[in-house]
């Protein structure tokens, strides 16, 4: 498994307000708010403030002089609380167009934001909808967010984490590098529309977590992927993503892409669809070092139907495990199954096993081989119970070592 990564450090920024609120309580009604000047947020609430603000218009045109003061500490978002500040706000618009202006964000243990019926346009590079670092929370309902440009996440968390809950909203990203969803603290969502046009619909960097319930969900390179790029902004390895209902898919590449790290991905009752054919993939790539930067994928599937292969390389590992009359029609390569008694795997390719459970012939008739041969690692453990023997499976192919 890889090494942890460093801790990151990051100077503070100098952050500032063209309307600020720094104590007692404040509330506006159709209340225009509006900064033109480079890194500089149209509402800053900190400390002991709290500002109520309905239907207000927000709008900002400077950019940024720190791309990363306004990913760690919120430099030049259009709506900022940091240091304990509160924010409540009940409709109205929010739009950002210069770049690192993001449109809400939360920076410090305490600062919270809450935005609902609000319809958020962040069309700057690196210019995310709604985020938070460092522990501030932000919470989403009934609202929109469009972002445009590269880097520009719809939600997004960075250094520090944060915590984000989003309800009954949509989600959708044009630029390179922009997924809908991207964690380095906890994400969590319900009925969730996202379309990522150029990126993966979820990313998930180190040990953090994203966990959707009734959402659609649409990747365009890679559904999901859980990775660690070791720059430090998100501590840890060993990703969740866990979705309960609804649909989730890959225009191309794989489903779920695990990459330098490990991973646990949970999937019940999901619709899944991956064009290229691949459901999961666990590999080598760009970040790490090589020969120990490889994915290590620990998928739970109950009551899915999934069409697609489990493919990891020779530095990764996939042990999946399918229950409540799950399906897996697919190959798998250098993967390792648990086929519970109501569910089945109908292989499309020849495969190579990692691992077969549970231990018995049972499990064997939970196979449907269509005429391929399966092979097997007969010195690994986890495969001891086959005795390094030749098996008939139905269908006409066979379960052989290696």
Known sequence: MPAPPPDGGARKAELKGAYTLSSDT???????????????????????????????????????????????????????????????????????????????????????????????????????????????????????????????????????????????????????????????????????????????????????????????????????????????????????????????????GALIYVTNSSAEVILNKVALQSASGILAQARADRWGRPGENGGHLDLKVAQVDMAGDLIADGVSSIAASLKQKTTLKGKVVNASLSIDPSSQWIVTGPSFLNGLAPAGKETLRRIKSNGFCITYDEALDSNQWLGGKQYALQGGGVLMPK
């Open 26 to 252: 404040a509330s506006t009604d159709n209340g225009l708010f509006i900064s033109d000047k480079q890194d500089t947020s149209a509402v800053w609430v900190k400390r002991k403030g709290y500002l109520h603000l309905y239907n207000p218009e927000v709008k900002t045109t400077g950019s940024t002089s720190s791309n990363e003061g306004s990913s760690f500490f919120g430099l030049n978002a259009a709506i900022l609380a940091s240091e304990g500040g509160k924010i409540n706000i009940q409709k109205g618009s929010v739009l950002s167009s210069g770049s690192g202006a993001n449109g809400l964000f939360a920076t410090d243990k305490g600062s919270v934001i809450v935005a609902k019926g609000v319809a958020i346009c962040a069309t700057g590079e690196g210019a995310h909808g709604i985020m938070a670092s460092n522990g501030g929370v932000v919470t989403l309902e009934r609202s929109s967010i469009y972002t445009r440009d590269a880097h520009a996440a719809a939600i997004a968390t960075d250094r520090g984490g944060g915590i984000i809950t989003a309800s009954n909203s949509k989600l959708v990203t044009k630029g390179e590098g922009s997924p809908a969803l991207y964690s380095t603290g906890a994400l969590t969502g319900t009925n969730l529309y996202g379309d990522a046009e150029n990126s993966e619909a979820i990313v998930i960097e180190g040990k953090n977590s994203v966990v959707l319930e009734d959402s659609a969900m649409i990747g365009r390179k890679n559904g999901a992927m859980i990775y660690q790029s070791f720059s430090g902004d998100a501590q840890g390895i060993g990703g969740l993503l866990s979705m309960t209902g609804g649909i989730f898919t890959a225009v191309t």
